[in-house]
């Protein structure tokens, strides 16, 4: 496919209705609605109404979404399972661990609710969690990871990019610490696939996932797992389902026969208006190419990490790139007004925790962080310093 610089930055932005009026900087939430997307839930409905159940066209283009996933993870198809959420495949990766033999989960401060709360309810099952926590700068060495990483851990979950924060772990050294002990490691990526160029055979972790809501652009309601091929023959899930099995139309009640390929992580009807607009919005990263959008977006939280410098915030983000990616984050004093005065100027961030949280994308250009740097200035009082 052409990449060409005419596909990001200001040669895409009237594919964005909302930036014709809107400053959008929260794509760690949800990516922009684009032309594209719009159209795809029509044909999707057209489709419907035209020629009634689809159903062949469906699974196709299920594997459609999985191709499309695994280049944007620079994996094979086979290593990748189409999920409705994180949720679904962190839950499927868990149902597959032999929690007898290897009973503790290892997961980072960092990792999203859904993550530490999947690995708690495996308590329930025997397992002991423990937790990885930042240094006083907020960052969480691979060393620290090592302190309690053994022969006795089954699986360590390390999040590429903290939504909190704007952290990003080195998942690689995470993951051959991990394996040096026998163990899995799990990369959730949701705030990092599609903004930055992610190859999951070269860093070498076992699992990833994340979902189209936030840089692929696409809806809620549609994610990936991938999972090393290597592993495929070990790996077991017993929360499965009927798209999970080696054929599906054989409509079989009689035995459990995953798929042998990472589909046996997937589970039941696959979520298919979802499908079409993750595809739409997949399509619109392809063709700017995630090592452009990585360049672009990387050059722009810069620009503003340095004016952020300049007006005295507290920057939670690390300001070296190789320790971030598309979110930065700032302290505030009360976060909540914060938001909402940068909202009154058509300015869309978002909070967690006393963080402001700005995010930029490959639809995002330099007038996008001189605004909100403008309006930082003016609501300084809001700003810790
Ligand atoms: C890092 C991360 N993981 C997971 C999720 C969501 O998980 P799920 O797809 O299960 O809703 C989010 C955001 O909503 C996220 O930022």
């Not at 610089?5 to 794509?27: C, D, M, Q, V, W």
């Not at 699986?155 to 993951?175: N, Q």
């Not at 090393?228 to 389902?241: C, E, F, N, V």
């Not at 914060?338 to 994308?361: F, K, Q």
Request: glycine share 8%.
């Amino acid at each position: 496919m052409a990449v060409t610089a005419a596909k990001l930055g200001a040669g895409i932005r009237t594919e964005f209705p909302i930036l014709a009026h809107t400053t959008y900087l929260n794509s760690c939430s949800q990516g922009a609605l684009s032309h594209r997307v719009r159209a795809a839930y029509e044909e999707y409905l057209n489709g419907w109404d035209e020629n009634g159940a689809e159903w062949g066209v469906w699974v196709e283009r299920a594997d459609a979404a999985r191709a499309a996933f695994g280049r944007l993870l620079h994996a094979e198809s086979a290593e990748l399972a189409v999920t409705t959420s994180v949720t679904q495949g962190v839950s499927g990766i868990v149902s597959a661990l032999d929690l007898r033999a290897r009973p503790k989960i290892v997961i980072s401060e960092y990792e999203f609710p859904t993550v530490g709360q999947i690995a708690h309810a495996q308590e329930l099952r025997g397992a002991e969690v423990v937790h990885v926590r930042p240094e006083a700068d907020g960052s969480i060495p691979p060393e620290r990871f090592a302190e309690v990483i053994d022969e006795r851990t089954a699986l360590v979950c390390c999040t590429t990019v903290s939504y909190r924060t704007g952290h990003r772990h080195d998942v690689g050294a995470i993951a051959r610490l991990a394996q040096g002990q026998g163990a899995l490691c799990l990369a959730d990526s949701y705030q990092a696939v599609g903004a930055i160029d992610f190859d999951v055979h070269s860093l070498g972790i076992d699992f990833a996932t994340g979902g189209t809501v936030k840089y692929l652009l696409g809806s809620s309601g549609l994610g990936f797992l991938y999972v090393r091929s290597g592993l495929l023959p070990q790996l077991l899930p017993t929360q499965t389902g009927w798209f999970a099995d080696e054929d599906i139309f054989r409509m079989d009640i009689s035995d459990y026969s995953p798929a042998a390929d990472a589909r046996r992580f997937d589970a039941g009807t696959p979520p298919v208006p979802n499908i079409y607009a993750g595809l739409a919005g997949m399509s619109l990263i392809e063709e700017a190419g995630t090592a452009a959008i990585e360049e672009h977006v990387s050059a722009l939280a810069t620009r503003l990490i340095e004016g952020l410098d300049e007006l005295g915030a507290v920057v939670a983000t690390p300001s070296d790139p190789a320790h971030r990616g598309p979110l930065v984050c700032v302290r505030s004093t009360d976060v909540r007004a914060l938001v909402e005065a940068l909202a009154a100027e058509r300015i869309t961030c978002s909070e967690r925790e006393a963080n402001l949280r700005i995010s930029l994308h490959l639809y995002n250009v330099e007038d996008d962080v001189d605004r909100v740097l403008d309006a930082l200035r003016r609501n300084r009082s809001l700003l810790a310093h």
